[in-house]
């Protein structure tokens, strides 16, 4: 299939657009755009700066990729977008550039990003990600895959998402939302394991009820973080989830939601 790019699109001459890329109407693509095969853009969507996307994500009008940052600390310099392949971008989402030279905005695969949803400079999301309608990550925040971010979340600079975890609608999330955790309120808490999302990722019913008491260790005994990883780790059995929420836990600059 032939790319197709509707006669009022504006693409820039020394962009890149790969194999079946269907580009309609009012789109706006910048010089240092790179788009890979099979791209949709629906209508009135820019992409611009140095934006590099994948295979077949498709994009919903009014979106708009890879401008400059809204940090006031920007000075200039070459700063990039880039983006994996097979993702959804709805209505009005805005994914910036990275604030200083070098740095890097970076957004996974197999993602769906609902409309209104805000993704800032420096932002590092992973891949199989749902972010509902005006979910918003502040700059320098990180989310681990196949987390699940509420409608109307707002997210503060340098936090991070576990993964599989899931916050709660309109929810403030000022601290690190640990892996496998569902977290929910303003400001977010930790209020017990995501059970409904392990299943359906096929963690082991031995895993979950490892998850299950570490969630009452570390937020319900009152013990200091520090104890109760050292309790979570001599305690509880070996797994790869145990692993990676001490690993998390103990990496945590900004503290967890508790």
Request: with cysteine.
């Amino acid at each position: 299939m032939m790319t197709q790019v509707h006669p009022t699109a504006v693409v820039h001459p020394k962009a890149q657009i790969g194999d079946a890329c269907d580009i309609g109407p009012y789109c706006v693509i910048g010089e240092n755009v790179v788009l890979g095969p099979g791209c949709k853009l629906h209508s009135h969507i820019v992409i611009d700066g140095h934006t590099v996307l994948g295979r077949e994500n498709e994009i919903f009008p009014f979106a708009s990729i890879g401008l400059k940052t809204q940090d006031l600390k920007w000075k200039g310099g070459v700063t990039r977008t880039q983006i994996g392949d097979h993702n959804t971008f709805r209505e009005y989402v805005t994914i910036h550039s990275a604030t200083s030279d070098g740095e890097v905005t970076v957004v996974g695969s197999h993602n769906h990003i609902l409309a209104y949803c805000h993704l800032a400079h420096n932002v590092q999301l992973g891949s199989h990600i749902i972010m509902s309608n005006v979910g918003t990550l502040a700059g320098h925040v990180a989310v681990e895959d196949h987390a699940v971010i509420g409608g109307l979340v707002a997210i503060h600079q340098f936090c991070r998402v576990g993964t599989m975890s899931m916050i709660g609608g309109c929810s403030k999330v000022v601290q690190d939302v640990p892996p496998y955790m569902l977290a929910d309120g303003n400001p977010a808490q930790t209020r017990t394991i995501n059970k409904v999302g392990l299943e359906r990722r096929g963690v082991s019913d031995e895993a979950q009820a490892s998850l299950k008491l570490a969630y009452k260790i570390l937020f319900r005994e009152g013990l200091t973080v520090s104890n109760a990883l050292t309790k979570i780790d001599t305690d509880l059995p070996k797994s790869h989830e145990i692993e990676h929420l001490l690993n998390f836990a103990r990496t945590s600059q900004r503290g967890l939601s508790k």
